[in-house]
């Protein structure tokens, strides 16, 4: 918590109070302090999104969030706004106008972002819940990097009214937490209403081309599997006939359409190239059931780079309506790594994103028939936190956002929700085992992955 203002980190906090505004009543996160990305409205105060000249311009608001207005309901109280890549438009967590937030888990190494200032006030302490967002990675890669469970919601489930825009097509509301507990708690209280499955039916661990994670992050993914594997295939055996009837019906019967379609699709579809069909399916003849509810999912690099394609199209089409007639005036004042992708998303015009739409549409049909009634595991981020050099060399850190997307825009292309669960190296450095779920069981995945977090914790 923030005590004084000794314990200010300006690279963290834009704006602190004691706090900065108090919870509206007693709730199931009473006593617990959010530092909230600037990017959600929170009465009386500005929208800043990182930039100092847009936050020079930006009216007081009015009214909070209803995602702020949740926790203030459910006893929470906001500690202060925190800093966030500009426009959220990163995933490094590097802010040229305010500097780097520290990375208290990995000293000397990039924080990642967007969600950077409420990644570093958690990480540190000094905050119990981090509300921030995720597009392409913004809650899951910050997350990673410095030893945090965070969660992006199922696409549209939670309102995005009151928070700056980035692409409304993979924007969702997302937060972090030290620890699964006070995760559950907080993923219970934003969540109240009915999940759409109680129980999943089998876990797929995804397996990737070398190439795509780096050898440190792969063998911490996959003693970490092994690890749950091994814990978990015994108890959970009489679960798989148990998670058919479980399950909501009308998700059920959702579920055996969207992969008839899903099928169909694969067949017919240029959507997301003939590339990314072909490596879908042949994902889903290769899932062939482990130790009971274990399977593994062969997925092939073509589908990722269709489906980075497909997301970088919508997404920066999107970028560009949203902010397109601020930033076009004011382009000298953004750094420029932010400047050059909006400059890149203005050349985007109206009939590829139209055809990107469609084959969103299409992607996104492949991806829930891919996962069907399963949780995936996966690598978070490609690589764990470079350090501030390699962030400083400008090709490596490109290189590092792109392999880091084509992992974290699965999630993304299908909606789904996203959990990252923290690990770490032989070498003692956080990364993380992503958990995507079928779309509508976030709540489910949370307390999937509370169990695995106490099976491997015994």
Not at 214 to 243: G, L, P
Not at 403 to 412: D, E, I, V
Request: proline residues 5%.
């Amino acid at each position: 918590m923030v005590n004084c203002t000794s314990d200010i980190d300006p690279t963290i906090w834009r704006v602190v109070g004691t706090p900065l505004v108090a919870a509206t009543r007693p709730g199931p996160l009473s006593g617990m302090g959010v530092a909230v990305k600037d990017l959600y409205a929170v009465a009386g105060q500005r929208v800043g999104a990182g930039n100092p000249a847009y936050l020079a311009d930006a009216p007081v608001q009015e009214h909070s969030a209803p995602a702020v207005q949740r926790l203030f309901d459910s006893g929470a109280d906001v500690i202060g706004i925190v800093r966030t890549d500009e426009f959220a438009y990163s995933l490094a967590g590097v802010n040229a106008h305010y500097g780097t937030p520290p990375n208290p888990r990995a000293s000397g190494r990039v924080p990642g972002g967007s969600s950077s200032g409420p990644a570093s006030a958690v990480a540190a302490g000094q905050a119990a819940i981090g509300l921030g967002t995720d597009t392409a990675g913004s809650i899951r890669i910050p997350s990673a990097y410095q030893g945090l469970w965070g969660l992006r919601t199922t696409h549209g489930r939670i309102s995005r009214e009151g928070i700056h825009p980035l692409s409304g097509s993979f924007d969702t509301v997302s937060w972090m937490t030290r620890d699964v507990q006070t995760m559950d708690a907080v993923t219970q209280a934003m969540l109240p209403d009915r999940n759409s499955a109680a129980l999943y039916g089998e876990v797929a661990v995804c397996v990737l081309p070398k190439q795509m994670v780096d050898a440190d992050v792969a063998e911490a993914f996959a003693r970490s599997c092994e690890r749950m594997r091994s814990t978990t295939a015994n108890a959970h055996h009489h679960t798989k006939a148990a998670a058919n009837t479980a399950a909501d019906g009308a998700v059920s019967e959702a579920a055996d359409a969207a992969t008839r379609a899903g099928t169909d699709s694969v067949v017919t579809a240029d959507t997301a190239g003939a590339a990314t069909a072909k490596a879908v399916a042949k994902a889903a003849e290769k899932a062939t059931a482990q130790d009971g509810m274990w399977d593994e999912l062969t997925l092939d690099s073509d589908m990722f780079d269709g489906f980075l394609d497909i997301f970088s199209v919508v997404r920066g089409y999107e970028a560009w309506q949203a902010n397109g007639n601020w930033v076009s005036g004011h382009m000298g004042a953004i750094a420029p790594d932010i400047a050059g992708r909006f400059r890149n998303d203005a050349l985007i015009n109206e009939a590829a994103y139209r055809r990107g739409l469609e084959r969103l549409e299409q992607a996104r049909a492949m991806v829930r028939s891919l996962i069907g009634n399963k949780v995936l595991l996966m690598p978070t981020a490609a690589t764990v936190a470079p350090t501030l050099a390699q962030q400083d060399d400008t090709e490596t850190a490109a290189y590092t956002r792109q392999q880091t997307m084509r992992l974290t825009c699965l999630a993304g292309i299908g909606g789904l929700p996203a959990l990252n669960m923290p690990i770490v190296t032989a070498q003692g450095l956080p990364c993380g085992v992503c958990l995507i779920g079928p779309a509508g069981s976030d709540k489910t995945l949370v307390a999937f992955g509370k169990e695995l977090r106490h099976r491997i914790s015994v």
